[in-house]
């Protein structure tokens, strides 16, 4: 849940999440319902994302269920695995490390696409098949576009929703702004029956 709300509601890249650590997230004092983490992009360029208070109690609740303090700020990774896998590679990652080892981002996307998989099976929720099929075939990078395409048609300004992206082009971030006017042609479609 916590990994799905971060990507989600920042658009960062799975490599992005996986390497993101505590230190470098922090409640801005004059808007105390938004918080902002800077992350290590692509070009190994800084950046800064901004978090709404849900995402940052799913990360609290992910760091009790491992057993940590959120409050202190350490260089563990805001996303860990909560139970360490059997294999050579994951029992030396993990034993070695003092901070709280973060995923592979490999390892995260197999986590978060195997969670959309069990949800879309989950027979107690509501869904068409539709919906379960799409749901279940989905990755990580669909969080990435979906948060840039509704910021794109709430009127997030480009050069904004650019910087929060990471793109180096303006040109990249005007996708999500072709998508929804794709989607706003669609709709008007099914508005005027035409």
């Given amino acids: 849940r916590a990994a799905i709300l971060l990507i989600g509601h920042t658009g960062l890249r799975r490599e992005e999440a996986a390497t993101a650590t505590r230190r470098r997230l922090r409640k801005l004092p004059d808007h105390p319902a938004l918080w902002e983490l800077q992350v290590l992009g692509k070009r190994k360029k ?4 901004f978090l709404p208070e849900r995402v940052v109690e799913a990360l609290r609740s992910h760091w009790d269920d491992r057993g940590e303090e959120f409050e202190v700020i350490s260089d ?15 029992l030396r990652k993990h034993a070695r490390s003092d901070a709280a080892a973060g995923f592979a981002p490999d390892s995260l996307y197999k986590v978060i696409t195997k969670s959309l998989r069990e949800i879309a099976e989950n027979p107690l929720l509501a869904m068409t098949d539709f919906e379960r099929e799409f749901l279940s075939s989905r ?3 669909a969080f990435r576009h979906t948060f840039g395409t509704l910021a794109a048609a709430k009127g ?16 990249t971030t005007t996708i999500y702004v072709q998508a929804e006017r794709k989607r706003s042609i669609e709709e008007m479609s099914k508005f005027f029956n035409v």
């Fill in 76 to 90: 563990a990774h805001l996303l860990s695995p909560l139970v360490i896998p059997p294999e050579i590679h994951a």
């Fill in 139 to 141: 990755g990580v990078h």
């Fill in 156 to 171: 997030v300004p480009l050069d904004v929703l650019q910087r929060t992206l990471g793109h180096a082009s303006l040109q």
């Fill in 46 to 49: 800084w950046r800064a994302v």
